[in-house]
């Protein structure tokens, strides 16, 4: 895949693999990411003002035109493996990362509190989730 077949194939993919409901104007999405065959298995949650643009974003900072490789590109090793999964993703079949949007917070509430429940809330479930936080705040899940 060159890299301006790759930059088309990410816009068509922002309109078709971004579920947002009704954007509000002035709001955060609080979103996950999953492989689109499993959506109830989220791999990242993450907050944005503009879902399309970040899911672009993501899909390109993976940068699927190069070859099969560790992102070296990718400046926080921290962040690698969500990079490595959606090239993972891929390479096989083709497929990019699926992004739903889980709420929109309101603009003078803290986007920051709402991601960290949300990932809260899918690491009580079992999710296994990529975010760098994830291992922090996973060490914060009482035990049963």
């Known amino acids: 895949m060159g890299k301006s077949f790759a930059a088309k194939s ?7 693999h971004v579920h947002a409901d009704a954007c509000e104007r002035g709001g955060t999405a609080v979103y996950t990411l999953a492989d689109p065959r499993d959506l109830q298995s989220p ?16 899909v390109q900072t993976a940068r699927l035109w190069l070859p099969d490789e560790v992102p ?7 962040h690698r493996p969500l990079y490595a ?7 096989d079949g083709g497929r990019l990362p699926f992004m739903w949007v889980e709420e929109w917070v309101e603009p003078d509430a803290d986007p920051l509190v709402a991601e960290r429940a949300a ?26």
């Open 43 to 58: 791999r990242y949650v993450g907050q944005t003002r503009d879902p399309h643009a970040r899911f672009a974003q993501h």
């Open 10 to 16: 990410i816009s068509a993919a922002a309109r078709s």
């Open 119 to 144: 990932i809260m809330r899918w690491l009580a479930r079992g999710a296994a989730l990529l975010n760098a936080e994830a291992l922090k705040l996973g060490a914060q899940l009482p035990l049963f």
């Open 72 to 78: 070296w590109w990718v400046r926080s090793p921290k």
């Open 85 to 91: 999964w959606i090239r993972e993703l891929n390479r």
